[in-house]
C-alpha cells in the first residue's frame, strides 16, 4: 500500500495547476479533440502507454491523449454545449469538449498526466478530480487549493495516478450553477496488471438532475428540489444507450451521482454484486449480492454480474426518476368519469382530463407539447408502449457477439412458450375467502366496571 510519504514524492513538486498558458506556450498544447455526437462512440483500444481495456461511456466517449516526455497529456475545454436530451428535445448546458458531460478520462495505475484545461465559459473555474489522490495544490478548489481559471485562460494540472478506481471530475467554483449546467464528467484509473479485476464489457455513466421547463432549454439553476430531467450522461430515455453484451460475459458497470438526491439503481434479470466504491475496489471476501444499489449524491459504485440471455431493464427505482419534462402539479383524476369533466372542459378548453384510470394511457397517446419538450412517458418495445422515461435503459445480452460489437442488436427473441400471456380459458368468479359474520361466536363476555366485585372473568 502506498503510504503518504511515497505519495507525495511520486506525485511531483511541480505546481503547475496554478499556472496560466502563456500565448507563446499554447502552441505547444495537445489537440483539443471535440465531440458533439449523442451516442456512444465504441471504446478504443490505448495506441501508446501502458495497456488496458477501455471502458463504454454510454452515449459518451474517451478523451485522446497524447505522450510527450512519459507524460500523458488530456486536454478539456469549458465550453458551452447543446446536448441532445432525446430526440425532439435539446438542452442548452456547460461542459467539455462539446459534450455534456464531458468525456471520460482514462489512464492507468502509475501514470503520469498533465491535463489543460481551457475556459470559454462567461465566468471563471476550476477543476476538481473527485476521488482521485493528487497533491493538495491539483485539487481545483477555486480561491483554496488554487486561483480560478479566468475565461479566455488555459491552467494545467499534472500529477501522478496512485490507485485504480471509478472516479469523476467536475468544478469547484461557482459549482450551484456550473454542476447544475451539466459540468462533469469520469476519470477511469486501471490498474497496472491488466489481469487484475479483468472484465468482457466495462460500461460507465454519471447520473446528473435538470430543471427543465416544458418548451425551455436551460436549466433552472437555482433549483433544490423540483427537478423535471433525471438523466445518465445527460441523456433520458428513450435516448440512452443499450447495454449490449454477450451470453456468459462478465460485466461491469461503474455509475456515478452527481445529482441533488440518491438513486436506488435496480437492474432485472442476473443478480450483481457490488464491487467497487469511490474509494477504491471491494475485496472478493467482501463484496455482497443485490439486484438493488442505493447510489448517494456524490458517490461511485461498480457493480458486475456475469450475462444471462434477454433483454433486462436498468432504471432507477425512484419512480417519478423513470419520468421525462414532469410536472408536479397534476391532477390526479383516478376513479372520476371524464364525461365528469364537460363542464370543465367548457371553461378551460385546452385541458386534457388524462389518468382516469391512471397514467398508463399517456404511454401511447399523442398530446400537444410545447416545442422541445419530451412526454412524460414514451417509448416502445416489441409488445408495445413501454411508459418510461428519464433513468431507464436495457441490458441487451446476446449470444455470439464480436467482443467489440456494441450496436443494438434489436429486440430479444424469447424461446418459444417463455412469454407471458393471456389466459383464453373462463376465469370463472375467483374464489374468495367466506367473511366471518358480525355476530359474535358462542363464546361468553363478561364486561366488569371499574371497582365491581367479580369471582371470575370468563371471555
Given at each position: 500500500m502506498t503510504n503518504r510519504r511515497t505519495f507525495f514524492k511520486a506525485a511531483g513538486a511541480t505546481m503547475l495547476g496554478a499556472a496560466a498558458v502563456s500565448r507563446a506556450g499554447a502552441a505547444s498544447l495537445p489537440e483539443a479533440v471535440i465531440q458533439a455526437a449523442p451516442t456512444m462512440r465504441?471504446?478504443?483500444?490505448?495506441?501508446?502507454?501502458?495497456?488496458?481495456?477501455?471502458?463504454?461511456?454510454?452515449?459518451?466517449?474517451?478523451?485522446?491523449w497524447r505522450?510527450?516526455?512519459?507524460v500523458k497529456e488530456f486536454h478539456l475545454v469549458a465550453e458551452p454545449v447543446v446536448r441532445e436530451l432525446a430526440p425532439g428535445m435539446k438542452a442548452n448546458l456547460w461542459g467539455y469538449n462539446g459534450t455534456s458531460p464531458g468525456p471520460t478520462i482514462e489512464a492507468v495505475e502509475g501514470d503520469r498526466v498533465r491535463i489543460f484545461v481551457t475556459n470559454k465559459l462567461p465566468e471563471p473555474t476550476a477543476v476538481h478530480w473527485?476521488?482521485?489522490?493528487?497533491?493538495?495544490?491539483?485539487?481545483?478548489?477555486?480561491?483554496?487549493?488554487?486561483?480560478r481559471i479566468p475565461a479566455g485562460k488555459t491552467f494545467v494540472y499534472e500529477f501522478a495516478l496512485q490507485r485504480p478506481g471509478t472516479h469523476m471530475y467536475h468544478p469547484h467554483a461557482d459549482e450551484m450553477v456550473q454542476m447544475a449546467m451539466g459540468m462533469m464528467g469520469l476519470f477511469i484509473i486501471h490498474p497496472k496488471d491488466t489481469r487484475q479485476l479483468r472484465v468482457?464489457?466495462?460500461?460507465?455513466?454519471?447520473?446528473?438532475?435538470?430543471?427543465?421547463?416544458?418548451?425551455?432549454?436551460?436549466?433552472?439553476?437555482?433549483?433544490?428540489?423540483?427537478?423535471?430531467?433525471?438523466?445518465?450522461?445527460?441523456?433520458?430515455?428513450?435516448?440512452?444507450?443499450?447495454?449490449?453484451?454477450?451470453?456468459?460475459?462478465?460485466?461491469?458497470?461503474?455509475?456515478?451521482?452527481?445529482?441533488?438526491?440518491?438513486?436506488?439503481?435496480h437492474m432485472h434479470g442476473p443478480h450483481f454484486e457490488v464491487t467497487g466504491t469511490d474509494g477504491g475496489w471491494v475485496?472478493?471476501?467482501?463484496?455482497?449480492?443485490?439486484?438493488?444499489?442505493?447510489?448517494?449524491?456524490?458517490?461511485?459504485?461498480?457493480?458486475?454480474?456475469?450475462?444471462?440471455?434477454?433483454?433486462?431493464?436498468?432504471?432507477?427505482?425512484?419512480?417519478?426518476?423513470?419520468?421525462?419534462?414532469?410536472?408536479?402539479?397534476?391532477?390526479?383524476?383516478?376513479?372520476?368519469?371524464?364525461?365528469?369533466?364537460?363542464p370543465a372542459r367548457k371553461l378551460v378548453p385546452d385541458m386534457m382530463p388524462m389518468g382516469t384510470a391512471g397514467m398508463a394511457e399517456m404511454g401511447k397517446m399523442e398530446m400537444p407539447m410545447p416545442e422541445n419538450t419530451l412526454p412524460m412517458m414514451t417509448g416502445f418495445g416489441q409488445f408495445g408502449p413501454m411508459e418510461m422515461g428519464g433513468m431507464f435503459s436495457v441490458v441487451k445480452v446476446r449470444?455470439?457477439?464480436?467482443?467489440?460489437?456494441?450496436?443494438?442488436?434489436?429486440?430479444?427473441?424469447?424461446?418459444?412458450?417463455?412469454?407471458a400471456h393471456e389466459y383464453k380459458g373462463y376465469p370463472g368468479e375467483p374464489p374468495r375467502r367466506a367473511e366471518k359474520t358480525a355476530r359474535a361466536s358462542a363464546a361468553e363476555f363478561n364486561v366488569v366496571k371499574p371497582g365491581a366485585k367479580s369471582s371470575s372473568h370468563r371471555h
Open positions: 465504441p471504446p478504443p483500444p490505448p495506441p501508446n502507454g501502458r495497456p488496458y481495456h477501455p471502458v463504454a461511456t454510454l452515449n459518451g466517449w474517451s478523451l485522446p505522450m510527450k516526455d512519459g473527485h476521488g482521485v489522490l493528487v497533491p493538495n495544490g491539483m485539487d481545483g478548489v477555486s480561491g483554496l487549493t488554487q486561483p468482457d464489457r466495462d460500461f460507465a455513466f454519471v447520473m446528473a438532475s435538470y430543471a427543465i421547463d416544458p418548451g425551455a432549454a436551460t436549466p433552472r439553476t437555482s433549483e433544490m428540489t423540483d427537478f423535471n430531467i433525471w438523466a445518465w450522461n445527460s441523456r433520458v430515455f428513450p435516448g440512452i444507450d443499450p447495454l449490449v453484451a454477450r451470453t456468459g460475459d462478465r460485466v461491469r458497470i461503474r455509475i456515478g451521482n452527481l445529482t441533488m438526491t440518491n438513486h436506488p439503481i475485496p472478493k471476501s467482501a463484496r455482497w449480492p443485490e439486484v438493488t444499489t442505493d447510489i448517494a449524491v456524490g458517490q461511485m459504485r461498480a457493480i458486475e454480474f456475469d450475462a444471462i440471455a434477454g433483454d433486462w431493464a436498468i432504471h432507477c427505482h425512484k419512480s417519478h426518476h423513470t419520468m421525462n419534462a414532469m410536472g408536479h402539479n397534476l391532477r390526479t383524476f383516478i376513479g372520476l368519469q371524464k364525461r365528469d369533466l364537460v449470444e455470439g457477439l464480436s467482443a467489440d460489437d456494441y450496436s443494438d442488436p434489436g429486440p430479444y427473441r424469447n424461446p418459444e412458450g417463455t412469454v
